[in-house]
């Protein structure tokens, strides 16, 4: 595990922002830890959508809605990113805005995307759909 860089709670981007600062790959792929079930093709899916769109992120979406916590983004995107964090940025949505960006469909396997954070909340997943 890699602590943020920065202090305070500065939410996903900090942690976005402290793996593209640490890695060697071009490529850097992010999921919320409170999402067990995630597709096992998740990334190869986003991957794909990033480079038929060449795309500086790709982010999960379902439905009408997307999920920018579950992606893949270039390396690239780290100067921008730390300008914004070093302006107070917080918001990934405010963030990736301004990016070139391919969103993937996901409407096959949406519940794979629940937040699973009780043991009650990992029963009823396991239960039944999720919706």
Known sequence: MIPDEIRGYAGPLAGLHRGLTETAHDLVA????????????LVARL????????????VERTGDQPHPVFCLCRRSVLPGLTAF???GGRKIDAWYANLKVAE????????????????????????GPVP
């Open 30 to 41: 992010t999921v919320p830890c409170d999402s067990p079930f995630l597709p096992n093709d």
């Open 47 to 58: 991957r794909t959508a990033l480079e038929q769109k060449q795309s500086e992120i790709a």
């Open 104 to 127: 993937v469909a996901f409407d096959d396997n949406p519940g794979a995307f629940s937040n699973v954070n009780t043991e009650a909340e990992l029963k009823a997943f396991e239960e």
């Open 85 to 87: 964090l070093a302006g």
